[in-house]
């Protein structure tokens, strides 16, 4: 089984910046995972925004590019998600989410580990 627990969630002004983190534990590491971050606003889908693969390799969506950043430190199983310029439209639940399979997507069914989400909230 595998466990992802985010943190570092929380509330900032437009122009400014979070950091987020997940941590995994459970019978894998993060080495052996495809992971990624989704968010979800409220009354909207959850969106995929970053993965990062096996290698190292990222993928964006558009509406963050640019903006956010998404790395990975195996030694420790820990996923981050760096975000910058932040936006009022930005504000939303982040979930960290994690598969064993090898689809590199940011489609939401692609996943099956998610942690239980922390929110970030951009206003002044």
């Known amino acids: 089984q595998v466990q992802l627990v985010e943190s570092g969630g929380g509330s900032v002004q437009p122009g400014g910046s979070l950091r987020l983190s997940c941590v995994l534990s459970?019978?894998?590491?993060?080495?052996?995972?495809?992971m990624a971050w989704f968010r979800q606003a409220p009354g909207k889908e959850r969106e995929g925004i970053a993965l990062i693969t096996r290698g190292g390799g990222r993928s964006y969506a558009e509406a963050v590019r640019g903006r956010f950043h998404i790395a990975k430190d195996d030694a420790d199983n820990k996923l981050y998600l760096q975000m910058d310029i932040l936006k009022p439209e930005d504000t939303a639940i982040y979930f960290c989410?994690?598969?064993?399979?090898?689809?590199?997507?940011?489609?939401?069914?692609?996943?099956?580990?998610w942690g239980q989400g922390t929110q970030v909230t951009v206003s002044s």
């Open positions: 459970g019978n894998t590491t993060s080495a052996n995972l495809l």
């Open positions: 989410a994690a598969t064993s399979g090898w689809k590199t997507s940011l489609q939401s069914t692609n996943y099956n580990y």
